[in-house]
């Protein structure tokens, strides 16, 4: 697998709200340390359709942190934004929808060179799998069309957010998540980390730490999943260089 710019910093968050707590209370302590002394964050609200809506909402939970929000929709030079930002965080909502308008804004290319240059990426859901080469693992209606399922490309992984585990006592005779992400490694290569409610990536210096209180479930084509452990390095399960902790199913 290729190795991950140890220049990046990403927050890539399975979900922005967990259950009992409010809109990003369980990232706050990893948002403030990541951002460390940066104030000036470029919102991407393109996931939701009501976007001014949705940048008030992320305008005052920053505000809240002692971070300023300025959405990039009200933006004349949307790219330009992107560059000069201090820190970037796209929100969460439909994938397809906000892949959709990252290529209508031309924002790919700024996205990646930004980031590539340091500047911290939080990404929350769909925010979290547009940082991975595809959006092929989003468990989203596609509503619209983007130009391609190609996304950011920022870590080497894809990952499946909001992952639940089968349920054993359930009558649903559907697909599990883990069956999806099954046939997705029928067709694809790269390696599906499964991120549990309340679970993190904290990505800096090469290294993809997994936080919170739960272990995500990994897939690789070809093997069985298995579980590696929070507070774990999940770069070196995801290389094989150790094995994971937890058990293997």
Avoid at 27 to 41: F, H, M, P, Q, S
Avoid at 86 to 115: C, E, H, P, Q, W
Avoid at 201 to 230: H, Y
Wanted: glycine share 10%; net charge negative; charged share 25%.
């Amino acid at each position: 697998m290729v190795s991950i710019d140890e220049t990046k910093q990403l927050l890539l968050i399975s979900n922005s709200t967990l259950h009992g707590r409010g809109y990003l209370d369980h990232a706050e302590k990893e948002i403030r340390d990541l951002v460390g002394g940066r104030t000036n964050v470029i919102f991407i609200p393109h996931a939701l359709h009501d976007r001014r809506a949705y940048t008030a909402k992320a305008q005052e939970r920053f505000r809240e942190m002692g971070l300023s929000l300025t959405s990039i929709h009200d933006v004349s030079n949307k790219p330009r934004a992107i560059d000069e930002a201090d820190v970037i965080f796209v929100g969460g909502g439909n994938t397809f929808r906000l892949l959709k308008g990252l290529y209508d804004d031309d924002l790919m290319a700024s996205i990646r060179r930004t980031v590539a240059g340091g500047v911290p990426y939080i990404g929350s859901s769909a925010g979290c799998i547009v940082a991975c080469p595809t959006l092929k693992t989003t468990k989203d209606m596609p509503v619209v069309q983007p130009p391609s399922f190609g996304a950011l490309g920022l870590v080497p992984f894809q990952i499946s957010p909001h992952y639940l585990d089968p349920d054993p006592s359930s009558t649903h005779m559907g697909e599990t998540q883990e069956e999806r992400i099954m046939q997705f490694l029928e067709e694809n290569e790269e390696t599906v980390v499964g991120l549990r409610e309340g679970s993190i990536l904290r990505i800096q210096n090469g290294s993809v730490a997994l936080k919170g209180p739960n272990t995500a479930r990994i897939f690789r084509r070809g093997e069985k999943p298995c579980e590696a452990a929070s507070g774990s390095d999940l770069w070196q399960v995801l290389e094989g260089a150790v094995a994971p902790a937890g058990r293997v199913a």
